[in-house]
Structures are given as structure tokens and as C-alpha cells.
């Protein structure tokens, strides 16, 4: 695969999620760019294996939104999700900027995307609420990925399901997404304790603009709703801790939490990792609970190839017990939830 294939088909994907103008900038590139410049070289010249897997197309579509929302780049701000520009104009104004702007794109190019998307915590207040139910315990919660750890913080959020609503009434931020199969329990989870890991945390307010570029600029209500849940992690500063997973998360298991639901989990960060770090990771969940009697619950939301959207998974230790839940759209538009009724589900804490 070429860079021009990879922009391509991560096109036709920002297309079927919702956002056109990411689509034609995308496929823009994948037209145009030819060799001569450094950014131009470095993209084109990206080893053709690590396309997918490091997100290319989703790196360079974030650094050129973060010249915009820092005013760096006026040629482009001018034209910037604007239909009434020729794609002529349009690929005039990104030559430009990628020729002039090289210093400021060539670091955001050396980062894998950290959208930080708060629409997936619908999927973990639904599981919150499934393993409250489920075990009776409070919940002590582990991101991995958790970037700047908006995620964490989702018993903060509501969600709303045909009239039926999970979390505070208060609730700043409301996740209502397109909802197929049956309803989660409600179960109110209490949480004990929460922390994340990221090999690159970003702040909540140091690092807005960047956290705000990995959200397409065409679609002002993800950006809004992001804009929300910053100021929410700005005033809470949930726990946020740099380093490898694996050791974090080892280290994390091997302290006791008596009388409580270990909950690990993590969304679209399965594929940064290698085979070694991702056994590793599941070694140290089985190893860290053959030791407990305490239930510890892994959550995944990962993209699979069976589609569409991301494969909702729930892993129940110390027997290793998986559990379907589901699909979920990347960005939250939609849950398919699949779960088996807590209360008639005969697993390992019967």
C-alpha cells in the first residue's frame, strides 16, 4: 500500500463518518502531493506496512485542523470547511501550507492521533452499569490510552436510551446515540478509584488546541461536546499518569482492592501495541487476579475486520471469561449492544 491508497481509503472512511471536508482534503493529497518537500517526502516515503497501523492520513488531517485553530495558517483558515472553494483553490492553499508550515507538521506527524472521543463513554457507562449490576461491588477504574483521561471520567456524563437515562441529571454532557438491541440494567455504578495511562498524556488546557485538531473540523458538535468535557477534566484532573501500559497496569493489579470490580478498559488503542504488549497485557490481568477474589472486568472497544464500527468486547478474570457486547460506531453515533442479562447470566461470579 502507497500513501496515496492509505489517504485514499481513509477518505471514503471520514466520508462514512459524517465528514466530508476531511474526505476531500484527504483525497486532495492522495492526488496531488508529489516529492520536492520535506513533509511531502516523509509521507510518501512512510514504510508502506506501518501506513494503517500508525494512521497516517488521521495524523496529517490533525496537524493541518491545529495550524487552523492556532492561527498559524491564514491561507488555509480562509478556505478551511468552506463548499464554496474549488478543490483547485483548496489543494493551492494545502501545497502552501505544507511547504511553509514543515517545522510545525513534521512533530505532529512523529504522534499517533489521540482523538480522546467522549461519545465512546456511552459504551462504559453501559458497561458500568452491566457489571454494577452484575457483581454488587464498587468499581475501581483503569484506562489505557486514556490520553487526557475525558474518558475516565464518564460517570460524570449521561445516557439517554428511549426516554431511560444512566448517570446525573446534572450531567453537563448527554451521549445519546442511535441504540439497537436490548437496554443496559440500571445500576448506578459507584466509583472508588480511577487513573490513566498514556505514553503521551495530554493536559487538558495546555494541550486544548491539540486535543481539539483530532476532532474534524466539520463537525461542530463532536468539537463542542470535547469542549465540554476539557472544561470538566480541567476542573477535575482525574489521575493521569505517563508510561508503558504494561508496566503501569502490572503494577496497578498488584494492589489489592478488596470488596471492589476492577475495571480495565480502553478504546481504539489495541492496534498501537504489538502481539508481545498486548499478551503481556492480558498475562497480567490473568496472573493479577489468580491471586484475588475480587472480579476483575476488561472492557474493549476495538476495531476488528468484521465491521462496521468497533468490536465491543468484555473479558471476566480470573477464569477468562469473554462476553460479547456488542458493536459500537467509532465515533458514538451508534451502540449495538448484545449483552447477556446480568441477572440470568450463569459465569464465574455465580
Not at 49 to 66: E, I, K, M, Q, W
Amino acid at each position: 500500500m502507497s500513501f496515496r491508497d492509505h489517504a485514499r481509503a481513509q477518505a471514503d472512511a471520514c466520508a462514512r463518518l459524517g465528514s466530508p471536508y476531511t474526505a476531500r482534503v484527504l483525497r486532495l493529497l492522495a492526488d496531488h502531493l508529489r516529492p520536492g518537500h520535506t513533509v511531502a517526502d516523509k509521507l510518501l516515503g512512510w514504510p508502506a506496512d506501518r501506513l494503517d497501523a500508525d494512521a497516517v492520513a488521521l495524523r496529517l488531517a490533525g496537524a493541518l485542523h491545529y495550524l487552523v485553530l492556532t492561527r498559524q495558517a491564514a491561507m488555509l483558515a480562509r478556505f478551511y470547511t468552506r463548499d464554496d472553494v474549488d478543490d483547485a483553490q483548496l489543494w493551492r492553499s494545502l501545497d502552501a501550507v505544507l511547504r511553509l508550515n514543515a517545522d510545525a507538521i513534521l512533530p505532529v506527524l512523529d504522534h499517533a492521533p489521540q482523538t480522546n472521543e467522549v461519545a465512546r463513554s456511552a459504551v462504559f457507562i453501559a458497561a458500568g452499569n452491566w457489571l454494577s449490576a452484575a457483581f454488587g461491588l464498587p468499581l475501581v477504574l483503569s484506562e489505557l490510552g486514556a490520553c487526557a483521561g475525558l474518558n475516565l471520567l464518564w460517570d460524570h456524563y449521561a445516557l439517554e436510551i428511549d426516554g431511560q437515562r444512566y448517570g446525573p441529571e446534572e450531567a453537563t454532557i448527554t451521549l445519546a446515540p442511535d441504540w439497537y438491541g436490548a437496554l443496559p440494567p440500571v445500576a448506578p455504578p459507584v466509583i472508588r478509584a480511577r487513573a490513566g495511562v498514556d505514553h503521551n498524556p495530554l493536559d487538558p488546557v495546555a494541550d486544548r488546541d491539540r486535543l481539539q485538531s483530532y476532532i474534524w473540523a466539520d463537525q461542530p458538535a463532536r468539537m463542542a461536546r470535547q469542549a465540554s468535557a476539557l472544561d470538566l477534566a480541567a476542573e477535575i484532573r482525574p489521575r493521569m499518569d505517563q508510561g508503558c501500559a504494561v508496566a503501569w497496569l502490572s503494577d496497578r493489579l498488584s494492589r489489592p482492592q478488596p470488596q471492589a470490580c476492577h475495571m480495565v478498559y480502553h478504546s481504539l488503542f489495541w492496534q498501537y501495541l504489538d502481539s508481545t504488549q498486548q499478551h503481556a497485557l492480558i498475562d497480567a490481568m490473568a496472573r493479577a487476579r489468580l491471586q484475588a477474589n475480587e472480579p476483575l472486568a476488561h472492557v474493549a472497544m476495538e476495531s476488528d475486520d468484521d465491521g462496521p464500527g468497533a468490536c465491543l468486547t468484555l473479558t471476566l478474570w480470573p477464569q477468562g471469561t469473554e462476553i460479547a457486547l456488542g458493536r459500537a460506531d467509532f465515533h458514538g453515533a451508534w451502540v449495538d449492544w448484545q449483552a447477556p442479562d446480568p441477572s440470568t447470566w450463569t459465569g464465574p461470579h455465580d
